[in-house]
């Protein structure tokens, strides 16, 4: 059997696949659903894994129908072992952690986890930790992990069958897309998805349609925007259907009651009005719409409701079905029956790795002030032995600059130190704190890190009698990780400390300048990271 790029890799979430590598996915799948079609059994088999030791195992921590039956049927196709862990009655329940259970599953011989929880980020971490086992036991192959949806973070493979549906509605065109996204933007994963999956396309647009409480949140915004897309947004149908710019692509979610809150719940009338579509809305619709469902839709409150079902606005149905396609092509390039013919970029292992250097040691020697302190001073005394650092939160406010200042302080674990704090406005009117410590600090190359990550765009002094000895400056480091008191602030997190599964938190740089969590992808800004919860 052939070992292609696709061979063993996992899908957490949509970009753990290059965009070339998903257009390269969707023609398979086009092919596949012709061969089907035409019953051309030859093609077929060349699709199949056929491998008697090849096996799925489902884990469905969370409801499903299609997404567990399509795999379900997915891996009949390729004629491959299908397990389920009964989840109701596991050991999870015992309070086993999901890495304990999942490594002694893959022990079993399988090759490809489906998993759906409420539990963001769980997936990815499974595939980190499932390395370090598969090496320890000397299993013969690391398993792969897919992730069948994780709370309200991210379901690649819905998005997939999503994009897929909408390419065959475009004549597997990839170079534009306007879609309106309408209903529970808030809660829902498969929309959540669509910001980094419609990258696919050329050109995006979007139109977002949500009242405030079901919105999108601000950080898949962003990331739309920063993927370039046109994003507007609305708070209902009809306020949609008033501007004259209406996309022919509509794709709606159901309100996820069971993930919201009381506060929310006692409006759901009228908010899922908003987001319902009703027939005098018809004749306002551009020929040629669609309309697109992840599913299920309620049967009492639909937001497409069933009048609708044999008009052809109807592509929620062929969605559906294209699932099951979507899935077996995803098996056979994951077990490696299909794939060899790929030849565009790949993926790369880590997206975080950089060597890019964040702490910058100023060189004195150029300078002409020969390294005098003249403007640090402990109190009334100039400040012989010790550290300053300067610079700190240019252009926040004074109580964001003080609070900012206490949180530096804790970090670096300097509390305890003499000196002090202090506020100064420079002359273009802007403020910034400076911390001075007298004293002999010896900071280590672990504290610098630390420094740089609670304060970066800094300067740190470190002044040995009377003169500064070394001067660094600090930038966002690309990746902040290895300290015990980081802390994803989702507490639906698999690296949040309320879910026990002791996972270090990581957190990834972003192009503007946020920290996403590395497992919830969860944006946070530099000082919202630091767990002073106690
Ligand atoms: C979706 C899900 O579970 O995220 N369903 C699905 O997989 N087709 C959407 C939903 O539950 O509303």
Redesign the pocket.
Known sequence: MSRNVFYGRSLTVIEDFSIDERRYFFKKVRQLKDAILAGDEKTLDSFRINDPDFGIYEVFL?D?T??KESFRNAAKFHHAKVSELMCSSSSINKGESYADTFNMLSGYSNTIFIV?SKVEGLCRYLDEQSRDYTNRNSLPVKPAFIN??DGKHE?PT?ELLDEFTFLEDNGMDFSNLHVALVGDLYH???VHSKADGLKVFDHVRVDLIAPAELAMPDSYVEKMKENGFEVRSFSSIEEYLKNPDIATKWYF??P?LERMGERILQKQAELRSSITFRKEFMPLLKEGTKFYH???RHKEHPTIPTFLDNTPLNAWERQ?IN?MYCRIVLLGLIAGSIGEDYDGPVKPEDRSITDEEYIVSVDLSARKDTGKVKNYSEGVHPIDNGIVIDHICKGDSPSEIRAHMRLISSVLGIDEGRGGEWISRGSDGKYKGIIFRPGDYELTRKDLKRLAAVAPHCTLNIIRNGKVEAKFRTHMPPRIYNFDDLCCTNDACVSHPGQGENVSAMFIRTPDGHYACAYCGRFHSYKEIWNRRG
Request: charge should be positive.
């Open positions: 969370e499903s299609r997404t759906r069948a949806g379901h819905q829902g994963r498969t979610t159901r996820q992840p599913l299920p559906a699932g």
